[in-house]
Each structure stands twice: as C-alpha cells, then as structure tokens.
C-alpha cells in the first residue's frame, strides 16, 4: 500500500464514520438517554467489531456469500428484522430526566454493540467498498498486510468520530427536560433508523453510498 493510497484510506474511514447512519443514529440516541460513561461499551463494540468485520470480509467470507446466494437473502431479512426492533427499542424507551442518577433502560453492550456489524447493511457496503477499493491489487488479489492496515485504520479512526456523536447526544440532555421532549426525541432517532433501512428494502441496497 502505497503513502498516497494510505491517506486515501485515512479520509474515507474518516468520512464514512463521522457521517450519519444506523450506528450513529443509536450512539446520539445512547448518549441523550445514558451519557457519555455508559456509553463506552457500545462505542468500544463498534470500534473493535467493525474492524474484525472488514478482516473476515478481506480473508475470503464474501466468497462464501457467492457460492451460496441464499446467505445473502437470509442476511437481508436478519437486517430487517432487527433493526425494526431496535427502531421499537428505541422508541419505547422510558428513560428518567437527565437530573436522576439513572435510567430506566440500559445502553447496548460491547458483544452486542459487535454484532450488531453484521446486521447493519451500511457497514456491510463500508466494508467491501473499503477492501476492494484499499487492499486489492490490479489483478484482482489481497494482500493479508493491506487487510490488517485497512482493519487497522478504521479501528483508529472510528472511535473519536462516533465518540463524537455521543457526545452530542449528551449535549442534547439538557433540552430534553420533560418526559414529552425525550419520548419526541427517542420516536425521532428511531425513525431516522428505519429510514436507515433502504439498503435492506431496495433491490441494489448493498451498492449504497457508504455511511456509518
């Protein structure tokens, strides 16, 4: 990989991960109903399971989505499926008023922050776009080293932009003073999610834009 392809990689993950999608959309949720504290397990599961899911992709798993077609329909009805329930989670959460100690709910964890990777179509086009575009040669071949950098990088990169938006999440908690602007504010984030869903619905979804 050469310096020039490198920060190449470097801008896209930047811009891939700082901009709106279903991973983000749940962190501002997250951080207005938890804070930032509670948080970092579902920031860390990102970070770290969205790496690990760009190797796999490099080492080979998409050609296990060829031989078998069927694998990718079952994908796409998993993705539907669950995030229509996280969309509902969301939207029914209770949370207390900022100004009590705790909330009535509890933030996602770092396994299921993980795998939730793999049900998220944006992070399915994130990661083959970033393999064929940053790790593959000319002739169509992958370097293992190539694989680990672009692993590697987003690993790096990911975590201050979603941070980020946890933080605005937090931000938010003090407009959301009444049980009324937190049940507006939760119905909105879950909207946005289900909105997130046109990669999943449309028959072309997987050669969406990239976001996060």
Same mark, same amino acid.
């Given at each position: 990989?050469?310096?020039?392809? %490198? @920060?190449?990689?470097? +801008? #896209?993950?930047? /811009? ?11 962190? *501002? ?80 964890? %770092? @396994?299921?922050?993980? +795998? #939730?990777?793999? /049900? ?11 393999? *064929? ?80």
């Amino acid at each position: 990989m050469t310096y020039d392809i %490198f @920060l190449a990689l470097v +801008a #896209f993950a930047f /811009v891939s991960t700082i901009t709106p999608g279903p991973n983000n959309t749940m962190l *501002v949720a997250s951080g207005a109903n938890f804070g930032f504290r509670r948080s970092l397990f579902h920031m860390a599961g990102i970070s770290i399971g969205f790496p690990v899911m760009i190797a796999l992709v490099g080492f080979g798993l998409m050609q296990v989505f060829d031989a078998f077609p069927i694998l990718d329909r079952i994908l796409r009805i998993v993705s539907l499926a669950y995030l229509i329930w996280l969309a509902w989670k969301i939207a029914s959460a209770a949370p207390k008023l900022p100004d009590m100690p705790e909330t009535a709910g509890a933030p996602l964890t %770092f @396994l299921q922050a993980a +795998a #939730f990777q793999w /049900v998220n179509p944006k992070a399915w086009t994130m990661a083959t776009y970033s393999i *064929v575009q940053f790790a593959t040669d000319d002739a169509g071949g992958r370097s293992t080293f190539a694989v680990i950098i672009v692993a590697l990088v987003y690993a790096v990169v990911s975590f201050p932009c979603i941070s980020a938006w946890v933080a605005l999440g937090q931000e938010m908690r003090r407009f959301l003073t009444s049980p009324a602007r937190l049940r507006g504010f939760n119905w909105t984030m879950a909207v946005l999610l289900i909105l997130s869903l046109y990669p999943v619905i449309w028959p072309d979804g997987w050669a969406a834009g990239p976001q996060f």
